[in-house]
């Protein structure tokens, strides 16, 4: 039986199926080649800006690990713009509440090449406000990375919105904005900009417990910014796959597309 | 000089030409000047008669003149034209549709009746022969392949400026493939036969018709129209057209280098003709012969037009590329964005984005964006539809449970049958994937089955091999030292898979650097030919850090896209581009034409190889094998001229060694078709439409009519002729030498000088 058929109208022998299989199976423990094949989290850190929630990335990386067939690392790390070692990390994110200053021209130059050659960098806005100076910030910043490429808002079937949950909107801790914006370079957007603060919604103390309420929507949007968590880490890693005209035809044809 | 001392003296009509040297003439006229010297001065102090003296002396200057004369050869010329009767032109068609059997009889059996009776009614004729050239005589066989009776008229008109001719009669069956033909079907349909359409003759023009209309019996492929080239797994048309009587039903067949294809039967029209079109969809890049042929019956007129063999060059549009990857990746993502961004192809990509073990998260399905892998038709039906499959640590267990070695074999045919594989490492491939000795691992470049300890994750950097510093695939640099040093420069690999070496016949184009197998460093890239197709091992799951890290260094990705841009190129080659190619000077020959065939060796660089030697036959349809023997020049080719002697599909095959890469193929089509066979009908309304345009001055005799042509008596030409009178050799000069000495002499003895 093929494992990504779960589109497939629900037997009870498929139940059963599905089920043992759940109670054999543990997370799959990521044991590939190295470091190189699995997928990590890196935090841009910019001093006096920057936040650090790597309890939120790790809560997202083992959901990554127990749902998706994605080899990760749940270890998160710390990355100053313009040291080279971002270049091991491709998927990367810059929380920050307030405005970005502090970065010098050989860290914007690093970052342009970061995301021009495959990086994906993630700018998750904690500020919780509309028209935040983070946000203002972010708008400038790939601005001067991409003058060309202006931050935009993402259309209802970009693939981060079916990289591997179907999502109807992206929610975090609030939710301010009803779009994802992003810089499209060619056919990927290797730059997203998260207003709804989604490291909140996902952010965990040590004793394992939610640090902050989610809002309006309470516990389902703490679940369904999860799901967004797992369809960007899924985007960073497939890039405009689910646009492939195989995948298209098959879910419109399955009534999960219109 | 001559002439100015005789002021151009003519005697009678016609000039006086003096041919004698003018050097012997000066020294004759000088000897006798000197005798007429010692014969008039005395040689004593004689007295005699003064006015005799002067007569003797005149005399012999007189007789010694008409020597100098004699010497200097005086020619009288007389030049002047005669008139005389205008000639009779006869052009016959010296064409291969003249040659054409119609009852037993050879069609042009007319020539000879037309020609016997204008020799005898009509003579002198001047006969000529034309077909795609003109010629004196009568044709001595009927062989020529074309006919363009413009040009034939056109050369008459040409040879005979500014005279008029008796006639003019063309025999032919009129099929011409000039243009004229076409011009005056043109215009006999807008009604505009005008005279401009043909040449201007200087006589009357006959149009004598040999060959009945309807008397063949001649099944035809009169056409075969392909374009030339098709594109790979694009289905492209065949469209034959087949003439032969109407209604007449056809059983036409299609085959491909002696194996039937396909066979159609058709009705023919009203005209007798019909179409047939074949719809081919090739499965390799490359040339091939396709043949469209009817039944010879036993009174075929011409068995030959009953075959039309043609070659088409099969090309590759776009790569198709098939990705599958087990685990989305970096390695995985990376390799889609150079294959999705190159526009020379086509990328289909699956990735499999949950795994059995994901199946207990909790998530309801229709929360999830995924689709059926769809893994049967991807690797029965639609497996021949790509030119290079990618298996990125790619787990098939799960998927390949029904039909698992089907699936498996399926694929190892297809690399053999010329497609060609990529393997890359990770935790779920090569051992750890469970390839071993499944039929994928019979293609594979490197040998498995390692038991125990199956990967190793220490970092390292590959090193290149003696073989791909070599090899186009790991060739990254213009130079060798800068692809030497582009490898030592790049990102080193967080581990590898572990396997058995190297398989037979392959080549390892960089290996660990520390670990070892069978004594002989472990293959990371290895690469090789199984049977026509290719394959290739990358034990690393972390060439997208050739990407990176370059990048990082501000170098950009080029390294990492060039790496996989000369992997595609290798992995899906095409005929012409292999290390040996051989071919043909022309695709489609006829028989009795010589075909060139050039070999091409290159080495694993892609240089030329000087000094290699070809071997090879070319092998005819019969079977018979005309062997090849052939030695590479400094620009790595070589070149032979074959004549084929039989009609149909010849498969050229040539090598310089054992292996696959040391072989090339080609093939080439012959046919004893003559463009003047295709269509042999006669053509009676094209030589009435030639008559008309020449209006009273033209005039068609059908096949069965008396010959009776038209005739201009008036014509006349004037014939130059020159007369020349040697007067020198005339035997009144020797009288009036003979006269004059004597009288030089009577007067002498009379004058007492003696």
Known sequence: MPLDALVRPWTRRRMLQALAASGLSVPHLAHALGAASQLDVAELKVDGVSLHRPEAWQRLLFEVIQTTSVEANPAVSTVPPHDPSLFSHPFTVFIGADAISGLDAVAIEQLRRFVSYGGFLLFDDASGARDSAFGRSVRELCRELFPTRPLAPLPGDHSIYRAFFLLDRPVGRVVVSEVLEGVTLGPV???????????????????????FPVTPGGEWQRREALKLGVNLVMYSLTSNYKHDQAHVAELMQEGKLE | MMDWWLAGLQWGQGAVEWQGSPWVIGCVAAACAVAWALAVLPSRDVKGRTSLRAVEA????????????????????????????????????????????????ERASRVDEVLGYLRENHAPIDVFTFDEALRSGAPDAYDGRGTDLAAALDAIADRHLGQSLRGVVVVTDGI?????????????????????????LPGPITLIQVGEEGALDDLSVESVVSGGFAFLRTSFTLTATVRGRPGQSVPVSLGREQRLVEERTVVLGDDGRAEVAFEVTPRQAGRFAWEVSVPIADNDAVPGNNTFPVVVRVVRERTRVLQVSGSPS???????????????????????????????????????????????????????????????????????????????LNIAEYVRD??????????RSFDLGDYARTPIAEVLPVELGVTGVKTDEAPFRPQLTKAGAVHPLTRLGATDEETQATWKRLAMMDGTNRTLGLADESAALLVHPGLTEGGQPLPVLAVREVGEGRSLALTVDASWRWSFSEAASGRGNQAYLRFWKNALRWLVADPDDRRVVVAPSRENVLLGDSVRLVVNVR???????????????????????????????????AATAFEPSERGAHRVKVSTGPRAADRGETVFAVSNRNPELARIEPDAPFLRNLAAVYGDRGRYIGPSDAVDPLVDDSAARTVPERRELRVSTAPVLGLLFGLLVSIAWFVRRRSGAI
């Open chain 1, 189 to 211: 957007t290797p730059v997203v900009y998260c207003p709804n603060d989604l490291s909140g919604a996902l952010h965990r103390g040590p004793d394992g417990r939610n640090r």
């Open chain 2, 58 to 105: 005149a005399a012999w200057a007189l007789a010694l003149i008409v020597v100098v004369i004699a010497v200097a050869e005086p020619v009288q010329v007389e030049e002047e034209g005669r008139e005389e009767p205008g000639r009779m032109v006869v052009l016959v068609d010296g064409s291969a549709s003249m040659g054409v059997q119609q009852a037993g009889v």
């Open chain 2, 176 to 200: 011409d493939l000039g243009r004229l033909r076409t011009d005056l079907a043109v215009a006999a349909e807008a009604g505009a036969l005008q005279p401009d359409l043909a040449a201007s």
């Open chain 2, 330 to 408: 970096y390695d995985q993502k990376f390799l889609r964005l150079f294959l999705k961004e190159d526009p020379s192809v086509d990328l289909v990509s699956f990735f499999i984005l949950r795994t059995r073990e994901d199946f207990g998260s909790g998530w309801d399905p229709d929360e999830l964006s995924l689709i059926e892998f769809p893994y049967e038709r991807l690797f029965t039906d639609d497996l021949d539809t790509f030119d290079l499959v990618v298996l990125q640590n790619f787990n098939y267990r799960p998927y390949f449970s029904r039909g698992r070695d089907d699936l498996l």
């Open chain 2, 418 to 427: 010329g497609g060609a594989l990529v393997m890359t490492g990770g935790d």
């Open chain 2, 603 to 637: 080495d694993a660089g892609y240089g030329p190889v000087e000094g290699a030697r070809v071997t090879g036959t070319v092998i005819a349809p019969s079977g018979q094998a005309h062997p090849v023997e052939l030695v590479t020049d400094s620009a790595g080719e």
